[in-house]
């Protein structure tokens, strides 16, 4: 058994050699799959056919064009072409391949902006997240229509600068997180947020600024001596964006008060940084669920593939029974395959959706458990005590709940006994605090480093990612 686990450790102890994989850092690794995957997806992934590509190009391009507000608004007459035309071509329904014809294609790049002809468009109830939420895409696709560039022009600016924001972020978070790093990295390279990058949708800021956010937050508890301001500034911009660009992971900040107490001067001092920590992001995304609340949703019916959806009945009938709303909460988790399908979706569905083999969930699954042995051992102080494991175990559930709600109040239909919705992409978000709340072994694995390890589980999410998209699109 000896001479047969040796065989694979000696051929990749060469291969080793020659790459110099003994000594790449994790986020270097990641950076590199993460940007083959990205320019290779951009090119595969037809435009507006990257799930709700066309909702949240609608709204990145209102913002853009100065509409903050969840309200009916005039955009440049080659917009509404645009949503409509791509609409027609790829309607609700529409099964793979997802791909237009050349003629299509002609017809959609012919499409000029028309700024000149404004027409009123109604907002979707698809995305009606914060304005932070497309930070990346905002400023070129503003800087675009000021060039007066063609609406399928703004649409590829929004696709890259999301994907070159979300990179960063990400690789930052790796390079900063105070233990598996590589772990982390492979989380990061999964076929969800490698497909999810390369599409215009929020998600592309909000997995990166989780995972900064996070990386953040747990540097911090493991450090020791006075907390820098510039540290602490840092940590308050990226809980702000957190909370904004997804308002469902708004108390994952209460988890700074696990900082230890003596990294602050004074009583005060750790006082007024929880509150920088926390109180704007909270403040903010709670504002902006209650204009929602008031304004656009205050009318609002709507259809979904769940059915009829009208909010305003729906958080009634949560307010006047609360219990029954527990009832329903409870039927979906437990009476359904609620959380086997969201573990499913986590490790391999994406875009359409559409789904990787079972057997790349099984490899991944070992891969994961590889890098935690082989993850060096470094102990993580607070990290690895109970109660602040059970308060970011804690904040996560809550976190599901939030989610869980929002989709029986925007997407699930009226008098539903099941919400309907739900997606293992939301857990990403909450990757980080799983992934750094366990401590590695440091103990490679026949042989294999972790650095070995994460390019296995690189190629494998690349080419799994890769081929269901070819067949996809």
Same mark, same amino acid.
């Given at each position: 058994m000896q001479h047969l686990g040796d065989a694979p450790g000696e051929a990749l102890e060469l291969g080793g050699k020659l790459f110099n994989l003994e000594r790449a850092r994790p986020e270097y690794i990641f950076l590199f799959f993460a940007v083959l995957a990205g320019l290779t997806l951009l090119v595969m992934v037809t435009p507006f056919a990257g799930g709700n590509e066309r909702m949240n190009y609608q709204r990145a391009v209102l913002i853009a064009d100065g509409h903050v507000q969840i309200a009916p608004a005039a955009m440049p007459g080659g917009i509404q072409q645009m949503l409509e035309l791509t609409d027609k071509l790829l309607p609700e329904g529409t099964e793979a391949p997802y791909r237009f014809t050349?003629?299509?294609?002609?017809?959609?790049?012919?499409?000029?902006?028309?700024?000149?002809?404004?027409? %009123?468009? #109604?907002?979707?109830?698809i995305a009606v997240l914060h304005p932070i939420a497309y930070l990346p895409q905002v400023p070129v696709m503003a800087a675009g229509m000021r060039l007066d560039l063609s609406p399928l022009t703004l649409f590829w600016l929004g696709r890259v600068a999301g994907l070159a924001v979300g990179v960063v972020l990400t690789f930052w978070a790796i390079r900063i997180a105070p233990r598996n790093r590589y772990l982390l990295a492979?989380?990061?390279?999964?076929?969800?947020?490698?497909?999810?990058?390369?599409?215009?949708?929020?998600?592309?800021?909000?997995?990166?600024?989780?995972?900064?956010?996070?990386?953040?937050?747990?540097?911090?508890?493991?450090?020791?001596?006075?907390?820098?301001?510039?540290?602490?500034?840092?940590?308050?911009?990226?809980?702000?964006?957190?909370?904004?660009?997804?308002?469902?992971?708004?108390?994952? #900040?209460?988890?700074?008060?696990?900082?230890?107490?003596?990294?602050?001067?004074?009583?005060?001092?750790?006082?007024?940084?929880?509150?920088?920590?926390?109180?704007?992001?909270?403040?903010?995304?709670?504002?902006?669920?209650?204009?929602?609340?008031?304004?656009?949703?205050?009318?609002?019916?709507?259809?979904?593939?769940?059915? @009829?959806?009208? #909010?305003?009945?729906?958080?009634?009938?949560?307010?006047?029974?609360?219990?029954?709303?527990v009832e329903v909460l409870l039927r979906t988790v437990f009476t359904t395959a609620f959380i086997p399908k969201a573990i499913f979706d986590f490790l391999g569905a994406f875009g359409p959706p559409v789904s990787v083999p079972l057997w790349f969930d099984l490899a991944?699954?070992?891969?994961?458990?590889?890098?935690? @042995?082989?993850?060096?051992? %470094?102990?993580?102080?607070?990290?690895?005590?109970?109660?602040?494991?059970?308060?970011?175990?804690?904040?996560?559930?809550?976190?599901?709940?939030?989610?869980?709600?929002?989709?029986?109040?925007?997407?699930?239909?009226?008098?539903?006994?099941?919400?309907?919705?739900?997606?293992?992409?939301?857990?990403?978000?909450?990757?980080?605090?799983?992934?750094?709340?366990?401590?590695?072994?440091?103990?490679?694995?026949?042989?294999?480093?972790?650095?070995?390890?994460?390019? @296995?589980a690189g190629v494998l999410s690349l080419g799994a990612t890769l081929w269901v998209t070819a067949q996809t699109y």
């Open positions: 050349p003629e299509q294609g002609a017809q959609l790049r012919s499409i000029r902006l028309e700024r000149e002809r404004p027409a %009123i468009v #109604p907002p979707n109830a492979a989380v990061a390279l999964m076929p969800q947020m490698l497909f999810s990058r390369t599409t215009l949708d929020a998600d592309q800021l909000t997995n990166g600024v989780a995972f900064l956010f996070l990386s953040l937050l747990m540097r911090e508890l493991v450090e020791e001596g006075p907390m820098r301001a510039r540290r602490l500034v840092a940590l308050a911009a990226t809980a702000f964006v957190f909370a904004q660009a997804k308002s469902a992971y708004l108390l994952l #900040p209460l988890l700074a008060l696990a900082i230890p107490a003596e990294r602050f001067a004074s009583r005060r001092h750790r006082v007024f940084a929880m509150a920088l920590i926390m109180l704007p992001g909270l403040i903010g995304s709670v504002a902006w669920m209650l204009t929602l609340r008031n304004g656009y949703f205050a009318h609002a019916a709507y259809q979904t593939w769940s059915g @009829v959806v009208v #909010p305003d009945r729906q958080v009634q009938a949560v307010l006047s029974s609360p219990l029954g709303y991944i699954i070992n891969l994961f458990v590889a890098l935690l @042995v082989a993850e060096p051992q %470094i102990a993580g102080g607070p990290l690895d005590r109970l109660p602040v494991r059970l308060a970011a175990g804690g904040l996560s559930l809550v976190s599901v709940v939030i989610i869980l709600t929002l989709l029986y109040v925007q997407w699930t239909r009226v008098g539903a006994p099941l919400i309907d919705g739900f997606n293992g992409r939301y857990l990403y978000p909450l990757a980080p605090l799983a992934v750094l709340m366990v401590r590695g072994k440091g103990e490679p694995l026949f042989r294999f480093s972790a650095a070995h390890w994460l390019c @296995v």
